[in-house]
């Protein structure tokens, strides 16, 4: 049984940092490209960072790059997401997601299996 979960979620202040976890079990976590994705309230789920079964390959939406950093350690089956200079447009609850294909994709509909979800609050 696949499972992934979100930690590190919390309530920040404009300009402050966070670094999300996802620690995933029952795949080969090696073998998958690792998503983050974010939905605020009333919105859909949009795509926020992917990393590469390999590792070396990463992609970013543009409304967070140069701000996140996507990171993953195989050793520890986690996925993480480093968020600096927060702003409140970031809120949301942010998910991560996994992908058999291993590439990079920035598509909802192509990740295998999701997390619950971690809430993420930034305050003006």
């Known amino acids: 049984q696949v499972q992934l979960v979100e930690s590190g979620g919390r309530l920040v202040q404009a300009g402050d940092s966070l670094r999300l976890s996802c620690a995933a079990s029952?795949?080969?976590?090696?073998?998958?490209?690792m998503g983050w994705f974010r939905q605020a309230p009333g919105k859909e789920r949009e795509f926020v960072a992917v990393?590469?079964?390999?590792?070396?390959?990463?992609s970013y939406a543009n409304s967070v790059k140069g701000r996140f950093t996507i990171s993953r350690d195989n050793a520890k089956n986690t996925v993480y997401l480093q968020m600096n200079s927060l702003k409140p447009e970031d809120t949301a609850v942010y998910y991560c997601?996994?992908?058999?294909?291993?590439?990079?994709?920035?598509?909802?509909?192509?990740?295998?299996?999701w997390g619950q979800g971690t809430q993420v609050t930034v305050s003006s």
């Open positions: 990393i590469s079964s390999g590792g070396p390959v990463t």
């Open positions: 029952g795949l080969t976590f090696s073998s998958y490209a």
């Open positions: 997601a996994a992908d058999r294909a291993g590439l990079v994709t920035t598509t909802v509909r192509q990740y295998d299996y």
